[in-house]
């Protein structure tokens, strides 16, 4: 199992450059396109966008910050998939690799450009712009609590009744 998230982590991450790379090469000059709308709904488009901040923009400019914080996270989270892993949770582990590599997927960007690109944005409920690493990041965070309210629990009560 550790082999696979070892080799799952870059694959994600190229997924995620290679989304990135099409931006900033096809999506940038024209800089949005429909993607998915109905009649005159638009529902979903693809917006380029240089995201110099955090989440929804927030600390924007503050790069060598979020550069210094993103890499003290994905240290500790990589610490973390080990200690997951040799407690034989493999679901965490897996949630927990998912975070890494989103993580890394916009450190890339911070390092390389000064700034992470977004590129999907969600019409419909005028939502925030973001891209294929800020998905990663989100379920990860979402199944870790799906696995903090329904499987350790679980998990604590058969080892309780071992």
Known sequence: MIIFL????PILIAADQIVKYWAVHSLMPVGSMDFIKFGDTKIFD???LENTGAI???????????????SIV????VIG?????????????FVIALFIAGGIGNLIDRIRFGYVVDM???KLFRFAIFNVADIYVTVACILAIIYVLFIEPKKAKAEKNE
Request: net charge positive; no cysteine.
């Open 46 to 48: 693809l917006t380029y």
């Open 74 to 77: 994905i240290a500790a989270a």
């Open 81 to 93: 998939m080990f200690i997951a892993y040799k407690k034989n949770a493999k679901f965490l582990s």
């Open 6 to 9: 070892i080799l799952l982590i």
């Open 56 to 70: 929804f923009g927030s600390m924007s400019g503050q790069r060598w910050f979020l550069i210094g914080f993103t």
């Open 120 to 122: 999907f944005e969600l």
